[in-house]
């Protein structure tokens, strides 16, 4: 099957924010990064503000509204303070994701099926405001298919499970994970929703991915900050979406 389109690329700057934070400095600024990221290629951009603005704080989303040229990607759980905030700015897209405190990082999926009324619920006024609501979820039938029920426009299929396996040598639970992805992302599509993927995506693990057909957009953050440091940001991007065309053709 041909790709259904060109395949985005949303850099996460969220651990630019991360940085700058460990010294409560007013550097590295997310801004500067996201506009760097814009240069060299990046369709869009993606920042998580988290309930214990651990990285991303609410100036840096008011000035992202401000100064972006494309698209913002804002991340957020599923709670009345997010959601106000992402209804007085009604960026472009919205992904709900699980968050919880203790966490390193966004863990597993949102449990779609378990809260479908509530969820519904949260959504519509953001779907209403305009905002392309995603869903961060595992590639799994039951809560690809919730999240079409409760009217999400767009999935975001979580790729950490098929990363790890391959950074730990699980080479066949990696192709299993891979192959869900793949099944999955082409379920999602059949439901009528936009299939996106990301989390913990690197150089070595970006092109199976990049070439499921169905697949729309890719959100890259921690591995492409990581690399930044060697090489600079707007290289390190580049060489990413690079990999990714490759892998479309
Ligand atoms: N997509 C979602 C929904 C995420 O929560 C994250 C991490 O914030 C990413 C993509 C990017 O993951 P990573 O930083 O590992 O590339």
């Known amino acids: 099957m041909e790709p259904l389109g060109n395949l985005r690329l949303g850099v996460n700057i969220d651990h630019v924010a991360t940085v700058r934070n460990a010294r409560g400095s007013a550097y590295p600024d997310p801004i500067r990064a996201a506009k760097i990221a814009e240069e060299a290629g990046a369709d869009g951009i993606t920042a998580h503000l988290r309930e214990d603005r651990r990285h991303i704080s609410d100036d840096d989303i008011d000035r992202l509204v401000e100064n972006l040229s494309v698209p913002l990607n804002f991340e957020m759980a599923a709670t009345p303070e997010m959601q106000a905030i992402a209804l007085r700015h009604k960026p472009h897209a919205v992904c709900i994701v699980p968050e919880k405190r203790e966490e390193r990082t966004t863990e597993g999926g949102l449990e779609v099926a378990r809260e479908e009324n509530q969820l519904a619920h949260f959504i519509a006024p953001l779907a209403d405001a305009g905002c392309r609501v995603s869903i961060f979820i595992a590639a799994d039938k039951r809560q690809i298919e919730a999240a079409a029920r409760i009217g999400a426009a767009v999935v975001e299929l979580h790729t950490g499970a098929y990363c790890d396996f391959h950074a730990e040598g699980r080479l066949e639970e990696r192709d299993e994970e891979l192959t869900r992805l793949r099944d999955m992302s082409?379920?999602?599509?059949?439901?009528?929703?936009?299939?996106?993927?990301?989390?913990?995506?690197?150089?070595?693990?970006?092109?199976?991915?990049a070439a499921f057909p169905e697949v729309m957009e890719l959100n890259i953050g921690h591995f492409l900050i990581g690399e930044a440091i060697f090489m600079g940001l707007e290289p390190a991007i580049a060489a990413m979406r690079k990999l990714m065309d490759e892998a479309r053709v």
Do not use: C, I, M, N
């Open 186 to 209: 082409a379920f999602a599509h059949s439901l009528g929703l936009e299939v996106h993927a990301g989390h913990g995506l690197t150089y070595d693990t970006v092109k199976p991915v």
